[in-house]
C-alpha cells in the first residue's frame, strides 16, 4: 500500500501542469492494481491516475502530478475543487448534524436549496421543487411526476439522449453500449423521436421539430403522452446543440397537447452553457427541470423543479427517499448557488467558451468536423475527411495523449468519434490555454 502525501486541496493549490512521473507513475499504478482486484470491472475510468488533492482548474495524483482539470468530474465541479465556501459550509453542517431525513425531521437546508431552485430556474411561475440523490434518480421522479400529474403513461426521449442508468432511464438513453447490453428488458412506454443534429441531419430547427412531432403523433398519440424529455444541449450524446427554434418548437407543441415538458438540465445547468440553464438560450421554460451534478459543488444532490400545479399532483408521501437532500450535500448546495452568483460564473463560462473556440479556430484539420456547443460546453467532432463517417480512433487516441500530458480531457458522442472540454469555471486563462495546446498537439500527432 502506498501512503498518499497529504496536500490540501482548493483553489490555493498551485496552478500548473506539472509531470513528476510518467502517468500512471508507481503509486497510481498501485491503486489501479488494487482497483483491478476490488472493484467490479463494470466500473471504469478514464485517468488512470489515484487522486488526492483538487482545485481551481488542477488535480493532484499521488505520485506528485498536476494534471489540468478539462473534465470537471463529468461537469460537476463547477465553483472548482473543494471551493472555501463550500468547505466551510460542510464542515460547520456536518458538526451540526449529519442526517435525520428530510422525511422524518425536516430542516431548514433542505427548504432554502428548494427556494433557490424555485428562484434560479427558468419561469417566474409557481415553483416547487423535491430533493434526491443522483441525476438519474431527478430523472425517474420527474417521470413519476408526470405520469400521476397528466394520468398518462406514455415519454418521448431522443437519439443520442443520455439520462442515466437506472432501469427507467437506461429505457430513456439511447446508446446501447456500454450503458444498455446486457442490462434489459427495460421500462415500456418509452418512444424515441429524432433530435436536431445540424451537422448531420442540415435540418432546420422547425422542420427537424415538424419531423419529430410527426412521429410522435403517428406513433404513440398525444392524448397517451405524459411527458417529453430532452438535454437542451445533448450530453453524453455528443454535446450536441439543436439547431435554433428546434426547442420552442417542441416546448411549444407539448403546451398545446397537455403534455409535460422536462428539461435534463443534469450536465447543462448551473452556469456550466454561459446562462444560468441551457433553456435560457433558446427562451423555453419547461415545466419540470431536472438538475445535479453543477449543484452542490461535488457533493451528491439532484432535484426535480417545476410548475407548483404539476410538481402539487403527488399525493403525500409519494415521492422522497432516505437520504434525498442530505443536510451536507443542502450546506453545500447553499454555498456552491452563491459562489456561481458572487464571483459571475456564468459570464466566466461565456468567457471559456470564447477561449476554446478561438483556439480550435487556428487549427485548419480536415479531421475536424465541427467545433461546437455553449459556454464552457465544447466539444469537438471527429470525422473522416474523405467520407464524413464519425472517427472514434482519433478522438481516443488525442484524450489517452492528452492524459498521458497532464491534461484531462473527456470523450463522449453516440459514435465515440467527441472530445468535450467541461472545465471547472475557476480555471484560469493561462492554464487553459496551456491544457488546449496540449490537446492540439495530441492531434496533430495522432496521424
Ligand atoms: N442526465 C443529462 O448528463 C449524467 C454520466 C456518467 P447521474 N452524465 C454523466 C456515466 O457514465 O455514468 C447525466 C446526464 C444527464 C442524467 C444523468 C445521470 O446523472 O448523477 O450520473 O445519475
Known amino acids: 500500500m502506498t501512503a498518499a502525501p497529504l496536500v490540501a486541496g482548493g483553489p490555493?493549490?498551485?496552478?500548473?501542469?506539472?509531470?513528476?512521473?510518467?502517468?500512471?507513475?508507481?503509486?497510481?499504478?498501485?491503486?489501479?492494481a488494487r482497483k483491478g482486484a476490488a472493484v467490479a470491472a463494470g466500473v471504469g475510468h478514464t485517468a488512470p491516475v489515484s487522486a488526492v488533492a483538487a482545485g481551481g482548474g488542477v488535480v493532484i495524483d499521488a505520485d506528485g502530478n498536476s494534471l489540468i482539470d478539462l473534465g470537471s468530474g463529468i461537469a460537476v465541479t463547477g465553483v472548482g475543487n473543494s471551493h472555501p465556501a463550500v468547505v466551510e459550509a460542510v464542515a460547520a453542517q456536518a458538526a451540526q448534524f449529519t442526517h435525520t431525513c428530510f422525511m422524518v425531521s425536516p430542516y431548514e437546508g433542505y427548504v432554502a436549496v428548494c427556494e433557490e431552485l424555485n428562484r434560479l430556474t427558468p419561469g417566474d411561475?409557481?415553483?416547487?421543487?423535491?430533493?434526491?440523490?443522483?441525476?438519474?434518480?431527478?430523472?425517474?421522479?420527474?417521470?413519476?411526476?408526470?405520469?400521476?400529474?397528466t394520468g398518462r403513461q406514455a415519454v418521448v426521449a431522443f437519439d443520442h439522449a443520455y439520462h442515466g442508468r437506472t432501469n427507467l432511464t437506461m429505457a430513456l438513453t439511447a446508446k446501447a453500449m456500454p450503458y444498455k447490453s446486457g442490462f434489459g428488458p427495460f421500462a415500456p412506454e418509452v418512444y424515441r423521436a429524432p433530435v436536431s443534429y445540424p451537422l448531420h441531419d442540415g435540418l432546420?430547427?422547425?422542420?427537424?421539430?415538424?419531423?419529430?412531432?410527426?412521429?410522435?403523433?403517428?406513433?404513440?398519440?398525444?392524448?397517451?403522452?405524459?411527458?417529453?424529455?430532452?438535454?437542451?444541449?445533448?450530453?453524453?450524446g455528443g454535446f450536441i446543440v439543436p439547431a435554433p427554434g428546434f426547442l420552442p418548437a417542441i416546448a411549444d407543441w407539448c403546451r398545446a397537447n397537455g403534455v409535460v415538458f422536462i428539461a435534463d438540465e443534469i450536465q447543462t445547468g448551473f452556469a456550466r452553457t454561459g446562462a444560468m440553464f441551457a433553456c435560457e438560450h433558446d427562451g423555453v421554460v419547461p415545466d419540470l427541470i431536472t438538475t445535479a451534478k453543477g449543484i452542490a459543488?461535488?457533493?451528491?444532490?439532484?432535484?426535480?423543479?417545476?410548475?407548483?400545479?404539476?410538481?402539487?399532483?403527488?399525493?403525500?408521501?409519494?415521492?422522497?427517499?432516505?437520504?434525498?437532500?442530505n443536510p451536507i450535500a443542502c450546506a453545500a448546495a447553499l454555498a456552491a448557488m452563491r459562489v456561481y452568483e458572487?464571483?459571475?460564473?456564468?459570464?466566466?463560462?461565456?468567457?471559456?467558451?470564447?477561449?476554446?473556440?478561438?483556439?480550435?479556430?487556428?487549427?485548419?484539420?480536415?479531421r475536424i468536423g465541427e467545433v461546437r456547443g455553449r459556454g464552457a460546453m465544447m466539444a469537438v467532432e471527429f470525422v473522416d475527411p474523405a467520407t464524413g463517417a464519425p472517427d472514434p480512433a482519433t478522438a481516443s487516441a488525442v484524450a489517452k495523449a492528452s492524459i498521458?500530458?497532464?491534461?484531462?480531457?473527456?470523450?463522449?458522442?453516440?459514435?465515440?468519434?467527441?472530445?468535450?472540454?467541461?472545465?471547472?469555471?475557476?480555471?484560469?486563462?493561462?492554464?487553459?490555454?496551456?491544457?488546449?495546446?496540449?490537446?492540439?498537439?495530441?492531434?496533430?500527432?495522432?496521424?
Request: aromatic share 2%; hydrophobic share 45%.
Open 12 to 32: 490555493g493549490l498551485a496552478q500548473r501542469r506539472h509531470l513528476a512521473t510518467a502517468i500512471p507513475g508507481p503509486a497510481s499504478q498501485d491503486l489501479i
Open 125 to 149: 411561475h409557481e415553483k416547487r421543487s423535491a430533493l434526491f440523490n443522483s441525476g438519474a434518480e431527478a430523472v425517474e421522479n420527474a417521470i413519476k411526476i408526470a405520469r400521476h400529474a
Open 204 to 236: 432546420s430547427g422547425p422542420d427537424a421539430a415538424a419531423r419529430a412531432i410527426s412521429m410522435i403523433e403517428k406513433q404513440v398519440g398525444a392524448s397517451q403522452l405524459a411527458a417529453v424529455i430532452i438535454e437542451p444541449v445533448l450530453g453524453e
Open 297 to 325: 459543488g461535488g457533493l451528491p444532490l439532484a432535484a426535480v423543479t417545476g410548475r407548483a400545479e404539476i410538481m402539487d399532483a403527488v399525493h403525500t408521501g409519494g415521492l422522497g427517499g432516505t437520504y434525498g437532500g
Open 342 to 366: 458572487e464571483e459571475g460564473l456564468v459570464e466566466r463560462a461565456s468567457a471559456i467558451g470564447r477561449l476554446i473556440a478561438e483556439r480550435f479556430a487556428s487549427v485548419d484539420d480536415p
Open 404 to 447: 498521458a500530458q497532464g491534461v484531462i480531457v473527456l470523450t463522449c458522442g453516440t459514435y465515440g468519434n467527441v472530445i468535450r472540454f467541461l472545465p471547472p469555471l475557476t480555471i484560469g486563462d493561462e492554464l487553459l490555454a496551456e491544457g488546449l495546446d496540449v490537446v492540439v498537439a495530441a492531434l496533430e500527432d495522432a496521424r
